[in-house]
Antibody, heavy 121, light 108 residues
Framework: EVQLLESGGGLVPPGESLRLSCAASGFSFSSYAMSWVRQAPGKGLEWVSALSGSAYARYFADSVKGRFTISRDNSKNTLYLQMSSLRAEDTAVYYC??????????????WGQGTLVTVSS | EIVMTQSPATLSVSPGERATLSCRASQSVSSKLAWYQQKPGQAPRLLIYDASTRATGIPDRISGSGSGTEFTLTISSLQSEDFAVYYCQQYKIWPPWTFGHGTKVEIK
């Protein structure tokens, strides 16, 4: 069974940084692209960033480009999202999601339960 | 960027009735279209991919159709567990991978 467990969320002041982690199990982690998708309170889904299984190809939404970095440690089956220069509009639940292919990501066949990031002073 | 437009925003349906949800892409996405279901306080769940293929464990009362720019998700006989928000997502032209704003299916 695929399991994705996010951690690292919390309350952070504007302009600060935060790193999210996603521990994966139940599948061959390095074979699949992984993404972060976020959902602001009461809003819809927004794709944020994706990383190929080999970690060769990285993709970012314009809204986070230059501020967020995605990485993975295939030896630890863990995906990361390093977020810097955080803004109030980054407040959301961040979901770790698995794609059905190694690269590029396509649809998202497994989702974690999410971790809440709140950017506020 | 491909814009995905879902309609209606809210659909009121009685249990046992059919629900038809629409999703339109701003340009052709071929059949690279997925549907997700999200219940309150839960993560989204994949229902349909490649426009019409049901994901593992999805009952056959849920079906998807369409190609190009027009897509439909149909729930043939609504059960209590089907009342939720539904999102479509394209994966033809990226980045970004884009979602619609969702259709909420509520009890009439």
């Amino acid at each position: 069974e695929v399991q994705l467990l996010e951690s690292g969320g919390g309350l952070v002041p504007p302009g600060e940084s935060l790193r999210l982690s996603c521990a994966a199990s139940g599948f061959s982690f390095s074979s699949y692209a992984m993404s972060w998708v976020r959902q602001a309170p009461g809003k819809g889904l927004e794709w944020v960033s994706a990383l190929s299984g080999s970690a060769y190809a990285r993709y970012f939404a314009d809204s986070v480009k230059g501020r967020f970095t995605i990485s993975r440690d295939n030896s630890k089956n863990t995906l990361y999202l390093q977020m810097s220069s955080l803004r109030a509009e980054d407040t959301a639940v961040y979901y770790c999601v698995k794609s059905e292919t190694g690269d590029p990501p396509g649809y998202f066949d497994s989702w974690g339960q999410g971790t809440l990031v709140t950017v506020s002073s | 960027e491909i814009v995905m437009t879902q309609s209606p925003a809210t659909l009121s349906v009685s249990p046992g009735e059919r629900a038809t949800l629409s999703c339109r892409a701003s340009q052709s996405v071929s059949s690279k279209l997925a549907w997700y279901q999200q219940k309150p306080g839960q993560a989204p769940r994949l229902l349909i991919y490649d426009a019409s293929t049901r994901a593992t464990g999805i009952p056959d009362r849920i079906s998807g159709s369409g190609s190009g720019t027009e897509f439909t998700l149909t729930i043939s006989s609504l059960q209590s567990e089907d009342f939720a928000v539904y999102y479509c997502q394209q994966y033809k032209i990226w980045p970004p991978w884009t979602f619609g704003h969702g259709t909420k299916v509520e009890i009439k």
